[in-house]
């Protein structure tokens, strides 16, 4: 039976990728993380050695420690987070648990160098519409909470990526880009391993509004119309990603949950006895 101060492989698998899910903090040894250097979604590496010295980067944030089983490391800086005032749970069963059940995994092959700061950089052009405000929100979401996204002029976008040390995406010539009939978003699906059913579907839908192809998911029209007038709505690129999020929160929540429920008006009992 999970303790007060752990959470199960299941209970946080529902909650990664949610926009009030907890942060998570992968504290195993280089050992073990050469052996599989992948990472359950969404987490960051710190050491269990310094838990007091980086705890305070986490201030009034809910998290959850992963070390190898669950064992003693995840357990004691866990600990000493609460110590620290941070709420902190350890992961039950810990890395391979989570493994073991088949939940998704992180491939960091191809994930862009960190800055001094620990964030992944990246950068494309402006006035977004669709892929470039779809992606940033994968990053932010699965892969790195903190993730920096600038917005450039088409022109500058390489030299950028070169003179800031960012990542460039969506744009010709990128590895982060359109491939045959897919998209950004299905490239980063593929590259960090994140094809589960509900991205998947997901995936889809932003495929046929990103592509013109609406045939692919009747939901990819609406989509287009809704972030073209979020583009009108927001000028400054920024802005308008963070007003976009909810968005695609919405759209992941439906594809994972409610692709099985209808709406209608009036409800059949209502309209029971109605002549």
Request: glycine content about 10%; charged content about 25%.
């Amino acid at each position: 039976m999970t303790s007060p101060t752990e959470i199960s492989v299941q209970q946080l698998s529902r909650l990664v990728g949610l926009p009030d899910g907890p942060g998570i903090v992968d504290v195993r040894i280089d050992e073990d993380f050469d052996l599989d250097p992948r990472l359950i979604p969404g987490s960051c590496r710190r050491s269990h050695r310094d838990v007091a010295e980086w705890a305070s980067g986490f201030a009034g944030r809910k998290l959850v420690i992963v070390c190898q089983r669950g064992l003693k490391l995840s357990q004691g800086a866990a600990a000493m987070l609460r110590h620290e005032g941070v709420a902190a749970e350890s992961l039950e069963g810990g890395y391979e648990a989570w493994t073991d059940a088949g939940q998704p995994v992180i491939h960091l092959d191809s994930l862009p160098n960190r800055d001094a700061r620990g964030r992944t950089v990246w950068v494309t052009r402006g006035r977004p519409k669709i892929d470039r405000i779809a992606c940033p929100w994968l990053i932010k979401r699965f892969i790195d909470p903190d993730a920096v996204f600038l917005y450039v002029a088409p022109s500058e976008v390489t030299a950028v990526g070169e003179r800031f040390g960012a990542a460039p995406f969506d744009i010709d010539g990128a590895f982060w880009s359109h491939r045959g009939d897919c998209c950004t978003f299905d490239t980063m699906l593929d590259e960090f391993g994140l094809n589960t059913g509900p991205l998947a579907h997901l995936a889809t839908i932003i495929r046929g509004a990103d592509t013109d192809r609406h045939d692919l998911a009747p939901e990819s029209a609406g989509l287009l119309a809704v972030s073209l007038g979020l583009s009108r709505a927001w000028p400054d690129d920024l802005e308008q990603l963070a007003a976009s999020l909810p968005l695609y929160d919405a759209l992941y929540r439906w594809c994972r949950d409610a692709t099985g429920e209808t709406h209608d008006w009036p409800q059949p009992k209502a309209m029971a006895g109605v002549k």
